[in-house]
């Protein structure tokens, strides 16, 4: 059964610093692999999608990689803002259609 | 952009009250999917349906659960007698094609609170 992990559990920084956020999945055999956002009480919002072929995507401030075989993925968030602050969410496709979630990293970026 | 609706946006039942809960998924998409986050807890897969049948379940989504396209712009999640564990934050989500290949798009969510 696929687990998804998320390291670390809540996170704060000053605006303006660069961070990293971690994401453990134990089957290696995904489709791809998402980052979300959820803002409090809010839905999930789509930040990046990694194909399994792929490396990693970029989107603005935002850089997420893929290493399949060792089962990890990182998301990396340049000159953080307080408006970046919210949960982060990995999630995996291993087969058919079903993400399966980690926990999330709760960010808080302080002004 | 076009987006994922659900309605409402919370609903209050009594334990052993039938719900249903809506969504209009993006127009063009042709796969839908139920998740659910208890609070404090992951998100946590329910269904996936194309076609106008479930493509798959998880072991959350028992007989208490059924999911239907009612007309060409609805889906519903329907939870005949509900439980005070059903309690929760449900999100539906849509795909334009298998959400294998492609993004699933989520809706806000409707908060279920079963007293």
């Known amino acids: 059964k696929q687990e998804v992990t998320q390291i670390p559990a809540a996170l704060s920084v000053p605006e303006g610093e660069n961070l990293v956020l971690n994401c453990s999945f134990t089957d290696s055999a995904i489709y791809n692999l998402q980052w979300f956002r959820q803002d409090p009480g809010k839905g999930l919002t789509s930040l990046l999608l990694i194909q399994s072929s792929q490396r990693e995507q970029t989107s603005g401030r935002l850089n997420a990689s893929l290493d399949k075989s060792s089962g990890r993925s990182t998301l990396y968030i340049a000159a953080s803002q307080p408006g970046d602050s919210a949960t982060y969410l990995c999630?995996?496709?291993?087969?058919?259609?079903?993400?399966?979630f980690g926990e999330g990293t709760q960010l808080t970026v302080n002004p | 952009e076009p987006e994922v609706t659900q309605t409402p946006s919370h609903q209050v039942t009594q334990m052993g009250q039938e719900v249903i809960l809506r969504c209009v998924p993006i127009?063009?998409?042709?796969?839908f999917y139920w998740y659910r986050q208890i609070l404090g807890q992951k998100v946590e897969f329910l269904v996936s349906f194309y076609n106008n049948e479930i493509s798959e379940k998880s072991e959350i989504f028992d007989d208490q659960f059924s999911v239907e396209r009612p007309d060409g712009s609805n889906f519903t999640l329907k939870i005949r007698s509900t439980k005070l564990e059903d309690s929760a934050m449900y999100f539906c989500?849509?795909?334009?094609?298998?959400?294998?290949?492609?993004?699933?798009?989520f809706g806000p969510g409707t908060r279920l609170l079963v007293l």
């Open positions: 999630a995996v496709i291993a087969s058919g259609s079903r993400l399966t």
């Open positions: 127009s063009n998409h042709l796969y």
């Open positions: 989500a849509s795909s334009p094609t298998s959400g294998g290949i492609e993004t699933q798009y």
